[in-house]
């Protein structure tokens, strides 16, 4: 019996052991540079060049990294008679239970819809402020319309019951940076998908800026030469509508709690020819005068002077910029001395970079036409460049909240 127990003692103290301590270890700088590299990969793709392929179907794509840790289970075998032995002591690291892996956030897809909002411009069944008359002031049966001031007709369920408005929000815009909302009031004559949209390119313009910039473009009269601003005559109409859409931006930007932020963008207001008299009106009674940081003409100063001169003077924070032909030239030029007088510089040239306070206006040369003119103006695709100078100085944008940005 004594020659049968005295090997198998031997032979369990062996097995007794402690475990190497560098095997109890977490990998946590493994687990750092796996999580370094999936930042890095989730970088904006490049817009695309055509209409299809610059507004894809939303896809989704699994971003997120497979654990490569694992615990070895250590089985402990306790001899039945240890031999007395000193204890090795070693530093050693111990697994967190706490999460310290950073998930990358999947990429957004580029994203432009037709959203129905009640603030948009129309329907209108309110007054026209310059006659505080009923804006529809003809009445046929059950029909009811407006009569411009050419003399025609237009029709309210043709012409003047479209809520819809254009909202874009580019792959690459982060709301945690400082950025801005472009509201795009078109001309006469004018859908949104036919021009704006496909012809005049406004979503693409603002995308292939790079700048951080979404947009807003309401319906206004639908193929119509009338230039009625409807809902943005009467007062806080901007603000309403500014409140309204940033429920929608947020749901297109992947996150409906980002709403108040939205709210809180500050704007630069685009007017195309006709889109002039909702331009002034927003200015003057929009209920928003210290949230627009700038206004940008084209080819659209057919009056209002006074409101847009106005702007100008109480804002010198902002910026204000009017292309225009030899359809507007005498009201550019009239509006220029207007100010001048009033002891603001203005300049003629858009060579310079765009700084709060500037008041430019840029004529372009004869052969450039009116209808082309918010993609051929002074330059190709002149959004985009004003938006491009907008960009490069920071001190006309501003992070949209701190509670958002702090996230």
Not at 33 to 44: L, N, T
Not at 155 to 177: A, C, G, I
Not at 194 to 212: E, H, M, T
Request: one cysteine or more.
């Amino acid at each position: 019996m004594a020659a049968l127990v005295v090997p198998l003692s031997f032979a369990l103290v062996q097995c007794g052991k402690a475990p190497d301590a560098g095997m109890l270890a977490a990998n946590t700088d493994g687990a750092k540079s796996h999580a370094g590299k999936s930042k890095a990969q989730a970088s904006p793709q490049a817009s695309a060049d055509t209409f299809e392929d610059r507004f894809p179907q939303p896809q989704f794509a699994d971003r997120f990294p497979t654990g490569s840790e694992s615990l070895l289970q250590l089985h402990r075998q306790v001899a039945l008679a240890p031999e007395p032995r000193a204890v090795r002591t070693e530093q050693v690291r111990v697994a967190s239970l706490t999460p310290t892996l950073t998930l990358p956030r999947p990429e957004r897809e580029e994203l432009t819809a037709l959203v129905s909002m009640k603030s948009s411009a129309f329907p209108y069944f309110g007054t026209n402020p310059r006659s505080e008359e009923p804006f529809l002031n003809i009445t046929k049966g059950e029909r009811k319309g407006h009569k411009s001031f050419n003399g025609r007709v237009y029709w309210q369920d043709e012409t003047y019951n479209d809520s819809r408005v254009l909202v874009h929000v580019p792959e690459s815009f982060d709301l945690k940076k400082p950025g801005v909302i472009v509201v795009f009031f078109h001309g006469n004559g004018a859908t949104l998908e036919r021009d704006v949209r496909d012809r005049q390119l406004v979503p693409q313009q603002i995308s292939d800026s790079g700048a951080n910039a979404v947009l807003l473009a309401p319906q206004m009269a639908v193929n119509a030469a009338d230039s009625s601003a409807g809902k943005f005559w009467q007062p806080g109409g901007l603000k309403r509508f500014i409140d309204e859409s940033a429920g929608h931006l947020a749901r297109l930007y992947g996150d409906p709690k980002s709403a108040q932020a939205f709210a809180n963008l500050p704007i630069v207001i685009v007017g195309y020819s006709g889109g002039f008299l909702p331009t002034a009106w927003s200015l003057e009674v929009g209920g928003l005068p210290n949230r627009v940081r700038g206004v940008f003409l084209l080819d659209a100063v057919y009056g209002e002077l006074d409101k847009f001169a106005s702007w100008i003077e109480k804002n010198r924070t902002g910026f204000f910029v009017s292309s225009y032909t030899r359809y507007t030239k005498r009201h550019d030029l009239e509006l220029m001395q207007m100010l001048r007088d009033r002891g603001i510089t203005v300049t003629e040239s858009m060579d310079g970079p765009l700084r709060p306070g500037s008041v430019v206006f840029v004529q372009t040369p004869d052969g450039i036409t009116h209808r082309d003119y918010v993609t051929q103006a002074w330059t190709e695709h002149p959004v985009k460049d004003v938006l491009v100078k907008m960009a490069a100085t920071p001190a006309l944008t501003r992070i949209a909240s701190a509670p958002y940005a702090n996230r």
